[in-house]
């Protein structure tokens, strides 16, 4: 894909006048900005999923002053009831488990808040019978963390619905032993959980259509073990494999009596094999190939065979080995063209309702319902109302080059309107370096910059998974040193292409992303004019020590230091590029953003760097704190707030657009 200039003509109006004379032309005013609010409000809806029997749909949607909470339509009459919604908490997701009971997860919570904390509750879907599954689990609290799905720090859940009862398999992991594990069987009716027999030190496991444990991959030493649990109840090792050998794979999933597996087989990328028990060994051939991208599949069954595949590329794609699905794929796309369409039927669905979540790149996410028996598409609900959609940013996925030669994924979001070359540009960096952060989904802060005449440049620096194993295990021990310079040579690559003004660029990014954005004003400060650090990590060693081993993504703390590197031993590298020791050379103007409740980057450190800027001199560095009456980042009102405070920072420092 190659990025396309597109210029908006000014309309001119032509006044009639005497003969002879020329018409005076009047420039149209420029719109008014779209206000922040339209980006930063809680979407009007975040996800959607259609129970077994396809009868129901369940929806966390919010309205203005109206937190985020579960909606279940009965789909025979298309009509919608409130099933949990709450004053002081938001709903974060919910997910069937079975054609009567659902699964949700909360945050945000206003302290004091009731029987309720952060963690995992159940719930049927006439809203009775709530059970908190987890409730004594708790999170760790990031300023920075905007929608944490399900990671609810040690002990953690590992969640696997059954779709068949009240139960969900659960392995828990305990903090005062990194090796300790259980498997068990949870009933959320009850809350107890039922410990499984299984080998020990699991580090993923499958289950049968019948709820039966028939997989377990665990460590043993240094090596993996794959076990198979036979019709009498006794375990058996099927392969012993070293798991940075060409013969390592993770499990996938277990549908019809077929393994599915992931593997890069020796190669840099992960493909999906089926897997021969009998054999002990992967297929010779992958089953599903995504050049460029690691396979990392969500399967579609009907309980008895895999229908088809959810893949991330460069965007969400369908593969369907089903003919039926794949028929009715296309019969949608032909519905919905020039979007991407997501379908979904219940898992043994009973009626003709198919869930379709459809998005344009950058446009937001729209639920509907198509009835295959009339060909009715029905709109529940669109994340962005109010949005006028033809004014958002246009994004494009491109490569770019490292300069040691490595190939850089980007997506780049250039406004519709205004000049399309020499602009002020924001080098956003994502969260955590640990999973994909970019795509083509609604990303309001990319469009809110967008809107405002920014091109955007997301780098998927060295040390993101999804990319391939070169691309994975470049980043070790790169925090503040390759993978910056990953995102310099972005910078530098938007302004050989013309994209980028070279005068008026500037970093930001959240968490790992805020800590980039300082390093790169202590690196390149002659690239970069400015740095914006939203909950940034300021301190390496101080991190290991703080709550980060919660952060999605990031896996246990060992993984971490792998990752990273570790305190003490690597002590000298940690000073060189930590923001806190390296605060001296920050002579750029910076806004950094902290709140007054987050674990993983303690407002202290935040305090901490700001002095240390100002008092090496640096006068332009801008402090905000949020958090301290109990109020969440995540909170609109907080995020519409910020990114009010950015556009104005930005503005000063780059200049209007």
Known sequence: MRLMNVVS????????HAAGAAPAPTLIAAPTPIPAEAFFADPAVTSAGISPDGKRVVMITSAKGVRPGIVVVDLATMTPAVVGRYADLDVQRAWWLNDKRLA????NLKPGTGNFKTGMYAVDADGGAPVPVSETIEPARTFAQTDCACSWGSPKLIVQSLRTSDNVMVTVR????????????????????????????????????????????????????LHQRDAGGSW?????FDPDSAAAFRLQAYIGGVLYVSSARGGDTRALYR?????????????????GFDVNAEFVSDGKKLLGLYLQTEGD??????PAMKALQERIDALLPNTDNLIARGMRSETPFVLVQTEAPGQGRKVLVFNQDSGKLTLLRAAYE???????????????????GLPIPAYVTLPRSGAQRALPTIILVGRGPMQREADFSFQPAVQFLASRGYAVIQPEARGVPGFGNAHALAGRKQWGRAMQDDLADGAKWAIAQGIADPARICIAGTLYGGYAALMGVINDPTLFRCAVSVGGVTDLDAMFSNRWEDFPGAGDLPAMRWRVGNPGADSAQFKATSPL???????????????????????????????????????????????????DWSLAANRIDLWTRIEQFLAGQLGQP
């Open 9 to 16: 003509t000014a309309l001119l109006a032509a006044s009639v």
């Open 104 to 107: 949700f997860t909360v945050g």
């Open 236 to 240: 058996r090792k099927v392969q012993t």
């Open 386 to 404: 109010e949005l006028d959609r033809a004014r958002l940013g246009a994004t494009e996925f491109v490569h770019y080059r490292a300069r040691d």
């Open 317 to 322: 794609r369908s593969v369907w080995f089903d």
């Open 174 to 225: 305990y903090e005062d032993n990194e090796n300790a594990s259980a498997i068990g069987r949870l009933d959320t009716r009850t809350g107890l959980v039922e410990r499984l027999t299984a080998p020990a030190h699991p580090e993923q496991w499958l289950v049968d259509t019948d709820e039966t444990l028939r997989f377990v991959l665990s460590r043993d030493g240094a090596t993996h073990v």
């Open 275 to 291: 897997y021969d028990l009998a054999k002990g060994r992967m297929a010779d051939a992958p089953l599903v190939t995504a050049p």
């Open 581 to 631: 020791a390296q605060a001296a050379r920050i002579k750029a103007p910076v806004l950094l953003a902290y709140g007054a409740r987050d674990v993983q980057v303690p407002v202290r450190e935040g305090r901490q760097l700001h002095a240390a800027i100002r008092a090496a001199g640096n006068a332009q560095a801008q402090w905000v704190l949020y958090d301290e009456k109990g109020q």
